[in-house]
Antibody
Framework: QVQLVQSGAEVKKPGASVKVSCKAS????????INWVRQATGQGLEWMGW????????GYAQKFQGRVTMTRNTSISTAYMELSSLRSEDTAVYYC????????????WGQGTLVTVSS | SYELTQPLSVSVALGQTARITCGGN??????VHWYQQKPGQAPVLVIY???NRPSGIPERFSGSNSGNTATLTISRAQAGDEADYYC??????????FGGGTKLTVL
């Protein structure tokens, strides 16, 4: 069965960077895009960007351009999302999600990783 | 930038039909996807491309999309359907857009 398993919770100071991992299993990792979506407590879903694990091509939401980097290691079927210059407003649960059959939807999601930014 | 508008909350009596709307400019020309999110859990895709159900999603969940409004319909609502529901589209100018989410309460 398809699974996306994310790394554990992180606590970071303002100005630092965080790198969240997302390990895929149950399907061919390079055949589906990986997207990243975040959700602040009590708030809605916010898309951050996508990555094609086969080519490494990426596309980032304008809001995160220059601060986010999405990479992958195909040998271990793992995608990564690194967010830099953290501020308190970046405190949120970060999800990885697989691009679905329509290439526009997200059919499988990781369990989420809580990133807390606090001095 | 493209925006999607959802009601903050919708209530439905147990066993009745709930309808959650998602408004956007000419949304009927786009593919709309719907997600269910229960407290403390990751979202789950319940409808993709307007009206298609992924494997494992009950037939009680259906979707439609026309004009400026897409609708998620939940028939014979159950207590387990209580959740937040989000609509989502892909727009050429803003890439992925989510609606603000609707909290469904089953009375």
């Amino acid at each position: 069965q398809v699974q996306l398993v994310q790394s554990g919770a992180e606590v970071k100071k303002p100005g630092a960077s965080v790198k969240v991992s997302c390990k895929a299993s149950g399907y061919t990792f390079t055949s589906y895009d990986i997207n990243w979506v975040r959700q602040a407590t009590g708030q809605g879903l916010e898309w951050m960007g996508w990555m094609n694990p086969n080519s490494g091509n990426t596309g980032y939401a304008q809001k995160f351009q220059g601060r986010v980097t999405m990479t992958r290691n195909t040998s271990i079927s793992t995608a990564y999302m690194e967010l830099s210059s953290l501020r308190s407003e970046d405190t949120a649960v970060y999800y990885c999600a697989r691009g679905g059959s329509s290439s526009e939807d997200f059919d499988y999601w990781g369990q989420g990783t809580l990133v807390t930014v606090s001095s | 930038s493209y925006e999607l508008t959802q009601p903050l909350s919708v209530s439905v009596a147990l066993g009745q039909t709930a309808r959650i709307t998602c408004g956007g400019n000419n949304i009927g020309s786009k593919n709309v996807h719907w997600y269910q999110q229960k407290p403390g859990q990751a979202p789950v895709l319940v409808i993709y491309r307007d009206s298609n159900r992924p494997s494992g999603i009950p037939e009680r969940f259906s979707g439609s999309n026309s004009g400026n409004t897409a609708t998620l319909t939940i028939s014979r609502a159950q207590a387990g359907d209580e959740a937040d529901y989000y609509c989502q589209v892909w727009d050429s100018s803003t890439d992925v857009v989510f609606g603000g989410g609707t909290k469904l309460t089953v009375l």
